[in-house]
């Protein structure tokens, strides 16, 4: 399968229909990010929280987590330090430990912040930060309540079904998945060659924006099969750009992230 590249305009101001075509699709990203959860991600780090998912919503806090703070509510949290859950069972069913999304050791962390509070109550203590995190091993959203004084997890729940929007580590593995696909890495690699005229070995040489897929997607679409655990596996799409201006169209590309798999669907 040969993936196409489509071209968004020179750099410089243009005039006429070529800049009410640019104009038109930045619209048009914008509003595919306001209505469907799209993160956009970049060498920048990871997208902001989406408070459209229950999951991942905000409310007021004692302020943002410094850097150094978040870096051990992660450790803490991927850590499990209190042992207050039973270990996870994979999906053959075996008990295991959490996986990320490179099928490393230890939950995909996917946000870091202060715990929510109600109206009324007061504000939760300096030294409490609530991490979420994806475990591959299970198909689970986990939610840790975590001490840093202490680094213990004081509380941990888990969700299925819940598919808050891909980090910059996902999106990237995702990108790895198809360049390995025999079927569909060769057109990816050939649109970055013929663009560049340099050879595409990481996903890192990329801009990419992605969004959690589900199957209710894909519903009626030929090969919506190949994607029917979609939403209870960990499943994106991905919108894929050349530095430069270019587009590598990857809109019939479903990357299962669970079953480490590319499919292609026709909607």
């Known amino acids: 399968m040969r993936i196409n590249t489509t071209h968004d305009g020179a750099d410089g101001a243009r005039s006429g229909p070529r800049r009410r075509w640019r104009l038109s699709a930045a619209l048009g990203v914008a509003a595919l990010i306001a209505g469907g959860g799209i993160a956009a991600l970049d060498t920048a780090g990871p997208p902001a929280p989406d408070t459209s998912q229950p999951a991942a919503a905000i409310a007021s806090h004692t302020g943002p987590l410094t850097s150094e703070e978040t870096r ?22 075996k008990s295991g430990g959490e996986r990320n999304a490179t099928g490393g050791s230890g939950a995909e962390v996917l946000d870091t912040h ?23 091993a299970s198909d689970a959203l986990i939610t840790r309540l975590v001490d840093l004084r ?8 888990r969700q299925r079904g819940v598919q808050p929007p891909p980090t910059l580590t996902e999106v990237r593995q995702a990108v790895k998945i198809i360049l390995a696909d025999r079927r569909l890495g060769p057109g990816m690699r050939d649109s970055y060659a013929s663009q560049t005229k340099k050879t595409l070995t990481s996903a890192s040489q990329l801009l990419v924006q992605g969004m959690a897929f589900l199957e209710s997607r894909a519903q009626g679409a030929t090969g919506a099969r190949k994607v029917s655990q979609c939403g209870v596996h960990r499943c994106v799409q991905l919108f894929v750009r050349i530095p430069g201006g270019k587009w590598i169209d990857t809109s019939r590309i479903v990357i299962d992230l669970s079953a480490r798999r590319a499919a292609v669907i026709g909607l």
């Open 150 to 157: 202490s680094g213990k997890v004081l509380r941990s729940a």
């Open 72 to 93: 051990k509510a992660s450790r803490i949290a991927v850590g499990n330090t209190t042992g207050q859950e039973p270990s996870p069972r994979d999906k053959g069913g």
């Open 114 to 136: 202060r715990p929510l509070r109600g109206k009324s109550a007061s504000a939760a203590p300096d030294s409490e930060a609530e991490v979420q995190l994806y475990d591959y």
